[in-house]
């Protein structure tokens, strides 16, 4: 079966005054139909890149050169019109942002931006049935009070509340690709394995493939099948999650792993800050 | 006596909704060269207390007092010097006209730290002290990572030789591997130059691994305050369990934790 989301050696560059940066070095990356992939990487590494090009917002910035290829159920994003891009956003692929509040337009209430976002898909919906259709997607959530909610803005919510009225938008047009740029980084711990936990089901419901971009691999093994390892605009290493996290391989992996502060205690590992063997060639786990 | 002491400490908050109780009679004492760490969700009055220690915000009552003597609500440049703040957002915590060298020697400025002319060099040892090349002085903090700039605002607090460091969620905005990094070389400069740290954060793996002793807030009370050891092998509270229990994991040690401490909710 041909993947939804096939990436196949994708480049990108900036430019800036210092000359050409180069970004990405050439990712391959795929997800069938339903899958939860993460991608996981340290800040800088290209992560949140990766998932703007997916979504086609780089190719338009007019300082990013973008190569290789980004098959998206079968059509390249690299090669469309900005117009065909901007149709995929919202409907076919949509995405959820690590800060819900900044996310979400301070001036409108949530029901006009529900609206907004329904109106993508069914372009005659009337302010009353989106009205209707935003309790019931807000329900889902285990928002309690939706139509209070609806007519609220979203300052006048907590983090917790925003992220869910987010994942709630992101879903709302049943898209077949979900991109997740660390949606609970900004959430504290109790509230943050709760949304997890409800996005997750919410996408296996929906049968919505999800690409997860995450630092924190605690979150990675909760919520992912599959897993993608990103160093400095490489894939260092991929496979299933568990294979990863019973027996990491690369370097860079186990010093990933190695950092990551444990319940039982046992303190912390002297971390080296960079060695040539993060940069050895990407090991593959398993037949995918 | 201890070396810091919070006595019955009450904040409340008027707003045009009725009152707000952020924290409720909290008291609770620190003693020299010890990690505290404070934990609880967003919303519970950690931060709040971090800004009545600092002198920031006056407490509706109780009282604040640091060996032995009570501190005033109108800090003296002493009190402000003893007591120094990291906080969450380095980026926002730094001036971003100034340079980071210009940054650390502003408090040494303030607090007449020794002679004028030698300063710059006083910069450059607090920066080499944090693992930060001392060349990085003339750069402002846009031209730094966010792990750079943590250690700057580390560098910048312990150049005017506090005795108490309050830590406000100090890696919460980094990734893994720069805040096993960073935890590392809080912990080395506690033990070297005996300071104390109130350390404030929703991370309990974090907690785990740095704090002596852990204080638990719900909703502006303190509920449970134990050694780290017992607080994550028998906590005494429901809410102090799910907490623990709300951490992701990855190890099969960890997961067996967890599993225990559900079978005795």
Redesign the interface.
């Known amino acids: 079966m041909m993947p939804l989301l096939d990436i196949k050696n994708l480049e990108l560059s900036f430019n800036s005054y210092k000359g050409l940066t180069q970004v990405l070095h050439g990712i391959d990356l795929n997800i069938k139909k339903g899958e939860r992939v993460a991608l996981v990487g340290e800040s800088g590494s290209g992560k949140s890149v990766t998932a703007r090009l997916v979504l086609g917002l780089l190719q338009e910035a007019r300082n990013a050169k973008a190569s290789g290829e980004v098959l998206f159920d079968g059509s390249d994003v690299n090669q469309m019109k900005n117009k065909d891009r901007a149709g995929l956003r919202g409907t076919d692929i949509s995405m959820i942002f690590q800060d819900p509040t900044s996310s979400l337009n301070p001036s409108f209430t949530i029901e006009t931006q529900f609206h907004d976002v329904l109106k993508r898909r069914t372009p005659d919906l009337t302010k009353e049935m989106s009205f209707e259709r935003a309790c019931a997607l807000l329900d889902d959530v285990a928002i309690p009070d939706p139509k209070r909610v609806l007519k609220s803005y979203n300052f006048q919510m907590s983090g917790g509340m925003n992220q869910r009225i987010m994942i709630a938008m992101a879903l709302a047009n049943k898209p077949k690709l979900l991109l997740a740029d660390e949606p609970g980084t900004a959430l504290d711990v109790t509230v943050q394995s709760q949304t997890l936990q409800l996005m997750r089901d919410l996408v296996s419901e929906n049968d919505t493939a999800v690409l997860l971009i995450s630092h924190n691999l605690g979150v990675v093994r909760e919520f992912a099948d599959r897993l993608y390892v990103i160093y400095r605009g490489r894939i260092v290493e991929e496979g299933p999650t568990a294979l990863i996290f019973n027996n990491p391989q690369h370097a860079y992996t186990k010093a990933l792993l190695s950092a990551i502060p444990r319940i039982t205690g046992g303190g912390l590992p002297q971390i080296a800050e960079q060695t040539d063997d993060y940069l050895a060639p990407k090991i593959t786990h398993g037949a995918i | 006596m201890s070396f810091f002491e919070i006595q019955n400490l009450s904040k409340t908050f008027k707003t045009k909704h009725g009152d707000v109780n952020a924290v409720q009679d909290v008291s609770f004492s620190v003693e020299q060269g010890e990690c505290l760490a404070v934990v609880g ?3 519970s009055g950690k931060s709040t207390i971090a800004n009545m220690i600092l002198g920031i915000l006056a407490p509706t009552s109780g009282a604040i007092s640091m060996k032995g003597s009570k501190l005033p609500q109108k800090r003296s440049k002493e009190h402000r010097r003893a007591i120094q703040f990291v906080q969450q957002n380095p980026l926002s915590a730094l001036n971003p006209k100034r340079t980071i060298g210009a940054s650390v020697r502003l408090g040494l400025d303030t607090y007449h730290m020794g002679e004028p002319q030698e300063r710059w060099s006083q910069v450059e040892k607090a920066l080499s002290d944090v693992g930060l090349d001392a060349e990085l002085r003339s750069r402002s903090p846009s031209g730094l ?2 792990g750079q700039r943590q250690r700057v605002s580390i560098a910048r607090a312990l150049a005017c030789e506090p005795e108490l460091l309050v830590l406000d969620e100090p890696t919460s905005a ?8 960073v ?2 070389l809080l ?1 080395a400069l506690r033990i070297e130059k005996n300071l104390t740290y109130i350390f404030i954060t ?5 907690v ?2 740095v704090a002596d002793r852990v204080a638990v807030f719900k909703a502006g009370q303190l509920v449970e305050l134990d050694t ?2 017992n607080i ?1 092998t028998n906590p005494g509270t429901q809410y102090t369990r ?3 229990n ?6 099969e ?2 997961i067996m ?2 599993n225990k401490l559900v079978a005795n909710l």
């Open positions: 969700e967003s919303g990572s966010g980094l990734d893994v591997l720069v805040q096993a990094r935890l590392q912990n929703h991370d309990l793996a974090v785990r691994n780290t050891e994550f799910e907490l623990i709300a951490v992701p994991v990855i190890d040690d960890e934790l967890k």
